[in-house]
């Protein structure tokens, strides 16, 4: 059976602490990158973007007692590092991300 992108990213060891933990790191990790894709780069656009489709989210993610990732849980999951993200699930080399997208190359 071939893996999910869900399924990669439930590999990623959360190096949160646990203390006060609402969702699940694959769960940022996915909206994060869902709202990217559809062209939603900055926190407070993320957070938009989650409130924007709060019951698609809730309803296809299953998510529980229907709580979506706030904005500074975006924020905080946001500065995870994409290059190790995409490292752990094998996705692309590193070195097809930069830190400043103006950068040129």
Excluded at 5 to 24: A, E, M, T, V
């Amino acid at each position: 059976m071939d893996k999910t992108l869900i399924d990669y990213l439930k590999q990623i060891q959360d190096q949160r602490s646990p203390h006060g933990l609402r969702h699940p790191l694959w769960l940022v990790l996915l909206i994060i990158i869902m709202g990217m894709m559809s062209g939603y780069w900055g926190y407070r656009q993320l957070g938009r973007f989650v409130e924007r489709h709060r019951t698609e989210l809730i309803r296809r993610l299953e998510i529980p007692k229907a709580r979506v990732p706030s904005y500074s849980v975006i924020r905080r999951g946001k500065d995870f590092n994409l290059c190790l993200l995409s490292f752990a699930i094998g996705l692309f080399p590193c070195t097809q991300f930069h830190t400043n997208p103006h950068q040129k190359l």
